[in-house]
């Protein structure tokens, strides 16, 4: 398995299983020192899927449960489908974690501020066709006085 994990800006990278995993644990324990219950976040995902898949959502969450996800572009709710896919920031982490431990290549990348991942590359079979996934989090927001 090839893994790749890099602090943006910050120009370090994992290059081994059990650096990627002791990176992963480091990244997901800063962000969650700080106490963000509700937060929102942009989220895209590139892959060989439908195009309201591949569309930019914006997900907010409020007490640790996702509570909205639009398209970006028109403010239109994502279907059931969709929403069944998409991830807090703490599951985006865990299918990280989940990736390290069964796909051939896996590629994060954190926000160097806030510690949480802003690109996760999965390649699930290296020698397969179309089966690699791209995921972009970003305009992260959290409220200046969380609860």
Do not use: H
């Amino acid at each position: 398995m090839l893994v790749s994990l890099v602090a943006a800006g910050a120009g370090c990278a994992a290059s081994s299983d059990s650096q990627a995993e002791d990176e992963l644990a480091s990244q997901r324990m800063l962000f969650s020192r700080v106490n963000r219950p509700s937060y929102a976040f942009t989220w895209q995902m590139g892959c060989f899927c439908g195009p309201d898949t591949t569309r930019p959502i914006r997900i907010t969450v409020t007490d640790g449960s996702i509570t909205s996800a639009v398209y970006v572009s028109d403010q239109q709710p994502v279907s059931e489908t969709i929403r069944a896919d998409l991830r807090t920031i703490p599951g985006v982490f865990d299918m990280i974690e989940v990736a390290l431990d069964t796909a051939d290549e896996v590629t994060v990348t954190y926000d160097r501020e806030l510690r949480y991942p802003t690109s996760v590359r999965i390649d699930r079979y290296k020698n397969a066709a179309d089966d690699e996934s791209n995921l972009e989090l970003s305009d992260f927001v959290a409220p200046a006085n969380p609860k």
